[in-house]
DNA sequence: ATTGCTTATGCAATAAATTGCATTTGATCA
DNA sequence: TGATCAAATGCAATTTATTGCATAAGCAAT
């Protein structure tokens, strides 16, 4: 399972808990898989089985204990032949697109509104990778090689928004014309 | 479930068997969400339940019975009803983009071999596209507008194999500048 | 005082997806 | 003549994901 992988991954630098894993997942890693803390706490509970992570139960003042699950030497080394082995182009997997499929079902003006929609998300979203972009990757040729990974990764998620950016510009244009058409009739 | 819908849509047009939908799963909506055959005869079960669409039994020569699903009035006000709802942008999923967040834990040399591969991949997928954009939406502006929604969601395919081309590109290029420098040392 | 938020974890039930197996009929090929 | 492939459908078991609920402890504000 990918989540396991993705879990490991992020234990990679320092120890986290549950509870900071699902904060992760919601930003770094997250921008390209998601959990719930849910699906975390269950696949924590596995991999302590298995042993690729150790626990160690920290208690705090105020707060709950919490447990800060450290990646394991078998742990690391499940990661890294994980990460060497081919894996299969991300299947997609859009709601919108279906929609628009067969949009001539439904008024062209609804439509539109909700391609505007998508379009301002995506500009949001896109706002937030290129403000991480400048404030954490400043000179990427320079960045140490861990950096340098995580950099990539960011610069897929700033083209994939932009890439939606722009489809959502042209198909708009491209319908608006349709809107105008059957206003004129 | 959007599964539900992405069945109905594709029924839009005309009848199909579960066998035709498994197939149309290949293409067209297939392109941005996928199912398989188990998935589909189950959802076609709940559906007919539902009576959002209803079978015909067809005798063949030759192969086994065949059972046509044709897409019910009840079931066309439920698709169109759900085109209209707004929906949430489609969660990223991609494991190649975890296993480079984390590269330096393996051979760079490695990931370059896959980044090339999944180069390969999206080219491949693109040629398709565009293949299909030459042949089947010449002069987009002059289709009927059932085609033109058609049309555009390739066009959205076709940006995005773009986007990734493009990023492996980028990608390979600049961790390749790190290969180099660890020969040289 | 009580309401509500944040940290922190988890159970239980349901829903959905995946995987492996199984069947029928004919066509094709060696 | 036996093997295998394509069309066509489905059951059963397992694995994953989702959803709703539950707890516990402190902090902040009204």
Redesign the interface.
Same mark, same amino acid.
């Given at each position: 399972m =990918?989540l396991t992988?993705?879990i490991l991954?992020l234990l &990679?630098d320092f120890p986290q808990s549950g509870y900071d894993l699902t904060k992760s997942f919601a930003g770094?890693?997250g @921008? @390209? $898989?998601?959990a719930t803390h849910q699906q975390i706490y269950r696949e924590l509970a596995r991999l302590e089985d298995k042993q690729w992570i150790h626990a160690e139960a920290i208690a705090q003042d105020g707060r709950p204990d919490k447990k800060l699950y450290r990646l394991s030497e078998t742990g690391?080394a499940a990661?890294?032949k $994980?990460?060497?082995e081919?894996?299969?182009?991300?299947?997609?997997?859009?709601?919108?697109?279906?929609?628009? @499929? &067969?949009?001539?079902?439904?008024?062209c003006t609804?439509?539109l509104q909700?391609l505007e929609?998508?379009r301002q998300?995506?500009q949001k979203?896109l706002a937030t990778y290129l403000d991480l972009e400048q404030r954490f990757f400043p000179q990427?040729?320079l960045l140490p090689?861990?950096r340098?990974?995580?950099y &990539? =990764?960011l610069?897929?998620g700033i083209?994939?928004e932009?890439?939606w950016l722009? $489809?959502c510009d042209? =198909?708009i244009q @491209?319908?608006s014309?349709?809107v105008a058409v059957s206003v004129e009739a």
């Open positions: =990918t992988y993705a991954a &990679v770094s890693i @921008f @390209f $898989w998601k690391r990661l890294m $994980w990460i060497v081919p894996c299969e182009m991300a299947p997609v997997k859009d709601e919108l697109l279906i929609k628009v @499929f &067969v949009g001539e079902l439904v008024s609804k439509l909700e929609r998508h998300l995506h979203k990427p040729e090689l861990a340098k990974y995580r &990539v =990764t610069r897929q083209r994939y932009q890439e722009a $489809w042209e =198909t @491209f319908l014309a349709e």
